[in-house]
């Protein structure tokens, strides 16, 4: 019997950011292993639309629940979702939702963040900052608290190279930060945020370190944990491999390759791609909520749930293998075929900028002008470039994370719960992995069917036909121009062609003789 989904029986689950990527999949998991427990409180808002109460059951009735549908039929009337804005005074929970809160949730797994690199700062401190300050006052006032989970990331000190289990304090104050977000007007936010973030490349990292603090100082008499993930990807095994929701991290470069639109990226082959896939994420989280609960460590510890040392795969190999999965599984309707590359070089890269991604989209878009439709492919590739730029800082480096606690914590489990909560990365297969991931994106991203394989492989033979037509008549346009201009070129086109025709006659004389 596995203690870890023994101690979640009974109890009442409060989980903020329970419908974004990680929060579904701790959610799926939590109802599958303790299908016994009492209810999962989860902090929803509105969004395109959606209610609440829609949001909830299109999230259950996906495939990533159907699983859990099997073990715990009701698992309707164990979900109460809770209407709340981060973003808002006490998160703008009504008085009676408020009160069940306080008096009845045993454990608190806070996942919401915006975890967009360019928020303008005073969202992100909101989110990241202030949120997580209130939740944690919130969690003051709950008598039948047992642990409170904090999700961060391990990139939060992305300014080290080696990270230890450790909260490193920021210059400024998170108090002070929090204060003056009330009174600066946005103008002064933007000119004092890139002093404010210092070394560190976003305001992403930046306020989830901030938050790491706020979580130290109020943490008063609270039973804290905090986790760090590196970059989060598909599921590796559970509830199957490859399930992946949205387009961050590698998810949404690996689909503009797929499509043929990303040709370079500038990334260094030898750095270590430190992907973690979201179930191990969840089964250390899960992992940790029952430790900290129940052996109420004296100090909050920090879990780096991190690959690279203990199983490191590099951007070079993650990069072969995706392009090899691209071979044997094409995305449909490429725009281009699939063949990107590495560089190293900023000169090199912005020539493979402006020759592979900015000219075909241009000339794209004078296609599109001239059949009578709008063009598009500029915006898109100028998009997509952005977007890459911002992930390059860390394709580029590699870090090194102290794992004690992971490793203390995988010493700390029973056989069967080293099995049902597997957070071992070691027996990670990459190649398998990243297979499965490419798989995942097709699925279950891009919504592609499995039977419009061939006809996506026979349009990538169609464009690579067209790309040597093209490359043809670019060479021999060049050419013809050059023969024209130039002396020297006429005489090495003479002697090409007489070399050819003498060999010819050579290779039909020797023919004729033979016969
Ligand atoms: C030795 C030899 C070597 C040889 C090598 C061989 C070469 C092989 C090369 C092959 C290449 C193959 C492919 C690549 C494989 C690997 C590539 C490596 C890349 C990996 C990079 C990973 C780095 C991640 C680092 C993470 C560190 C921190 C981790 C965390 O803690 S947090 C999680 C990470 N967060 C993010 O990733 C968020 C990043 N996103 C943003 O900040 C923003 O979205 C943005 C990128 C700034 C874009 O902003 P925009 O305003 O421009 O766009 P917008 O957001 O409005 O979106 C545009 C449209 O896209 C939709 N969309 C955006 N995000 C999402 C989402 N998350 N989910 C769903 N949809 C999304 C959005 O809806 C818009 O759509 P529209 O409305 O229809 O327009
Ligand atoms: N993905 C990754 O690569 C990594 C993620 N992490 C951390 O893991 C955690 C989860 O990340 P992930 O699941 O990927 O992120 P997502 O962006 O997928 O999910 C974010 C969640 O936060 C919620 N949220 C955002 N703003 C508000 C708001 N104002 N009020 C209520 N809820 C809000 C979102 O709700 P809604 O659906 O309404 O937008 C969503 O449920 C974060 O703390 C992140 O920092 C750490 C390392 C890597």
Redesign the pocket.
Known sequence: MSMIAAFYGGKSILITGATGFMGKVLMEKLFRTSPDLKVIYILVRTKAGQTTQQRVFQILNSKLFEKVKEVCPNVHEKIRAIYADLNQNDFAISKEDMQELLSCTNIIFHCAAT????DPLRHAVQLNVTATQQLLLMASQMPKLEAFIHIS?A?SNCNLKHIDEVIYPCPVEPKKIIDSMEWLDDAIIDEITPKLIGDRPNT?TYTKALGEMVVQQESGNLNIAIIRPS??GATWQEPFPGWVD?????SG??IA?GKGF?RS?R?T?MAVADLIPVDTVVNLTLAVGWYTAVHRPKSTLIYHCTSGNFNPCN??K???Q??ATFEKVPFERAFRRPN???TTNTITSQYWNAVSHRAPAIIYDFYLRLTGRKPRMTKLMN?LL??VS??EY??NRSWEWSTYNTEMLMSELSPEDQRVFNFDVRQLNWLEYIENYVLGIKKYLLKEDMAGIPEAKQHLRRLRNIHYLFNTALFLIAWRLLIARSQMARNVWFFIVSFCYKFLSYFRASSTLKV
Request: proline share 5%; hydrophobic share 60%; no cysteine.
């Open positions: 975890v967009r690199f360019d990331t990139f992403y970059i989060v949205n387009l961050n991290g590698p470069l690996i390759a990303l990226i990334a082959p951007w070079g993650m990069g072969f995706v392009l990107a590359d590495f998009r952005r977007t911002m992930l860390f394709v």
